[in-house]
């Protein structure tokens, strides 16, 4: 589907963003480990997502869905089954990465996994790894792609250090520990979105940090509390960007997750001097254990610098950095991403995809070996751009054209479906305003 997005007059209005996809994902899978049913309220309705409800479908928990609540009645830590049936993950890396570390522990149970295109290039060998160790046995095309056999063992508690930092592997190991036998260790290089950790902990599993290292410990039953799911600052960032690149906007986001691992975008924002205002709950300290904290960000219009995005931040704005690229093209001066090679294997090569894409646009964009740098020449002035498949890809077409001179044509944009499927109709309200 080809979308036009003409250039747009001030956006005006307040939004709650769709539910966090990352938050769902886990409230998902924990249900289904879950002995008790479990009721998930502001559950994501995208595709990912209802992947996942499906995924735990097929090894054997009941689901209602009735609006954004959601119940799972899950199978129990150790009776998950798929009976020989493939776990269609669809587009969704998160789902694909998190759901075989608990399978890896269902004793003399096998599961395989197989997904999109676009899931079909994306690398296992990260997870593959640390559950061989703990005695798992994988099977994966190539070594190292889906299609992938998870034949469940008995397992040990290892302690990993992951070698580039990950939150799909993190939370895929620590789930494996939670039925491994004794305690499992993760060491990551720097600081991920710990959603798996927060979550875990507020269920009374044992779980806890000492620095860099996060170790969980054996768990006989799983009892979950019910789940409140806050809005995506991912997919917030797309009106946000809106609204602080189109002149004259002016925007309230409601109820969006501000968690620190998660919000490195605002403080990106913060330091291009964009006026997106909101309560500093998100800070480290003094957060409540396991809580997500959440905020209503006030967003304005307004001038931007450029600045560089490097080092511990990365991960904390993996999925915004499209989006810094964009900003970087209205922005005075410089704006340079680099150490995150990680955005090579997300939904599509995005320093490839986001390059190429914004280049298309006008913009003046270099692609590196771990990012890109951009040159600011105080705006974009449209064109086409091709979203590959990629969700925010085609988000990010769709906001530049909002702001550009001559209007942006995005090439396949029913891909939003997968995070944010009333991206276009939300834009469209904050337009009529
Ligand atoms: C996610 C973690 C990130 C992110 C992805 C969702 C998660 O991936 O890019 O969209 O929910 O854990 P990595 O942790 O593998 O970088």
Same mark, same amino acid.
């Given at each position: 589907?080809?979308?036009?997005?003409?250039? *747009?007059?001030?956006?005006?209005?307040?939004?709650?963003?769709?539910?966090?996809?990352?938050? *769902?994902?886990?409230?998902?899978?924990? !249900?289904?480990?879950?002995?008790?049913?479990?009721?998930?309220?502001?559950?994501?309705?995208?595709? %990912?997502?209802?992947?996942?409800?499906?995924?735990?479908?097929?090894?054997?928990?009941?689901?209602?869905?009735?609006? +954004?609540?959601?119940?799972?009645?899950?199978?129990?830590?150790?009776?998950?089954?798929?009976?020989?049936?493939?776990? +269609?993950?669809?587009?969704?890396?998160?789902?694909?990465?998190?759901?075989?570390?608990?399978?890896?522990?269902?004793?003399?149970?096998?599961?395989?996994?197989?997904?999109? *295109?676009?899931?079909?290039?994306?690398?296992?060998?990260?997870?593959?790894?640390?559950?061989?160790?703990? !005695?798992?046995?994988?099977?994966?095309?190539?070594?190292?792609?889906?299609?992938?056999?998870?034949?469940?063992?008995?397992?040990?508690?290892?302690?990993?250090?992951?070698?580039?930092?990950?939150?799909?592997?993190?939370?895929?190991?620590?789930?494996?520990?939670?039925?491994?036998?004794?305690?499992?260790?993760?060491?990551?290089?720097?600081?991920?979105?710990?959603?798996?950790?927060?979550?875990?902990?507020?269920? !009374?599993?044992?779980?806890?940090? %000492?620095?860099?290292?996060?170790?969980?410990?054996? $768990? &006989?039953?799983?009892?979950?509390?019910? @789940?409140?799911?806050?809005?995506?600052?991912? *997919?917030?960032?797309?009106? @946000?960007?809106?609204?602080?690149?189109?002149?004259?906007?002016?925007?309230?986001?409601? +109820? $969006?997750?501000?968690?620190?691992?998660?919000?490195?975008?605002?403080?990106?924002? %913060?330091?291009?001097?964009? @006026?997106?205002?909101?309560?500093?709950?998100?800070?480290?300290?003094?957060? $409540?254990?396991?809580?997500?904290?959440?905020? +209503?960000?006030?967003?304005?219009?307004?001038?931007?610098?450029?600045?560089?995005?490097?080092?511990?931040?990365?991960?904390?704005?993996?999925?915004?950095?499209?989006?810094?690229?964009?900003?970087?093209?209205?922005?005075?001066?410089?704006?340079?991403?680099?150490?995150?090679?990680?955005?090579?294997?997300?939904?599509?090569?995005?320093?490839?995809?986001?390059? &190429?894409?914004?280049?298309?646009?006008?913009?003046?964009?270099?692609?590196?070996?771990?990012?890109? $740098?951009?040159?600011?020449?105080?705006?974009?002035?449209?064109?086409? @751009?091709?979203?590959?498949?990629?969700?925010?890809?085609?988000?990010?077409?769709?906001?530049?054209?909002?702001?550009?001179?001559?209007?942006?044509?995005?090439?396949?944009?029913?891909?939003?479906?997968?995070?944010?499927?009333?991206?276009? %109709? &939300?834009?469209?309200?904050?337009?009529?305003?």
């Amino acid at each position: 589907m080809n979308v036009r997005f003409d250039p *747009s007059g001030p956006l005006k209005g307040r939004l709650t963003p769709p539910a966090d996809k990352s938050i *769902s994902h886990r409230a998902a899978i924990v !249900g289904a480990m879950a002995t008790e049913p479990v009721t998930i309220t502001g559950y994501l309705a995208a595709e %990912d997502t209802l992947s996942t409800l499906k995924a735990v479908q097929t090894i054997g928990a009941l689901v209602q869905r009735e609006g +954004d609540r959601v119940t799972v009645r899950g199978t129990g830590l150790r009776a998950a089954e798929a009976h020989g049936e493939t776990i +269609d993950v669809g587009n969704a890396g998160t789902l694909m990465r998190l759901l075989p570390g608990w399978l890896a522990g269902q004793e003399g149970r096998s599961f395989t996994f197989d997904g999109d *295109s676009s899931i079909r290039k994306r690398p296992v060998d990260r997870i593959a790894v640390p559950l061989r160790q703990m !005695g798992a046995v994988i099977e994966a095309t190539d070594d190292r792609l889906p299609p992938f056999t998870v034949h469940g063992q008995r397992l040990r508690g290892i302690r990993y250090e992951l070698p580039v930092a990950s939150a799909q592997v993190k939370s895929c190991v620590l789930l494996a520990g939670m039925i491994a036998d004794g305690e499992t260790t993760v060491v990551e290089p720097v600081a991920s979105r710990d959603h798996t950790e927060r979550l875990l902990s507020r269920l !009374g599993v044992p779980l806890w940090r %000492d620095g860099d290292a996060i170790t969980v410990g054996h $768990v &006989d039953e799983l009892t979950v509390e019910d @789940i409140h799911v806050p809005a995506d600052i991912s *997919s917030a960032a797309f009106p @946000i960007a809106a609204g602080v690149l189109v002149k004259g906007s002016r925007l309230l986001l409601r +109820d $969006v997750g501000v968690n620190w691992t998660r919000a490195g975008f605002l403080d990106v924002l %913060d330091r291009m001097g964009a @006026i997106v205002v909101g309560e500093r709950e998100r800070r480290r300290d003094g957060e $409540v254990p396991g809580h997500e904290p959440t905020a +209503d960000l006030d967003v304005a219009h307004g001038p931007l610098k450029g600045t560089v995005v490097e080092g511990d931040e990365v991960p904390l704005l993996i999925d915004e950095l499209p989006l810094v690229a964009l900003l970087g093209c209205f922005a005075e001066g410089e704006t340079i991403v680099r150490g995150a090679e990680e955005l090579k294997h997300k939904e599509s090569d995005r320093i490839a995809t986001v390059v &190429d894409g914004l280049r298309g646009l006008g913009a003046e964009i270099e692609a590196t070996d771990d990012g890109f $740098v951009v040159q600011g020449t105080g705006g974009i002035r449209g064109g086409t @751009i091709e979203a590959h498949g990629d969700h925010r890809l085609a988000m990010l077409g769709a906001v530049a054209g909002l702001a550009s001179r001559e209007g942006v044509e995005v090439i396949g944009m029913e891909a939003a479906e997968v995070s944010y499927p009333a991206f276009g %109709d &939300d834009i469209a309200r904050l337009q009529r305003r």
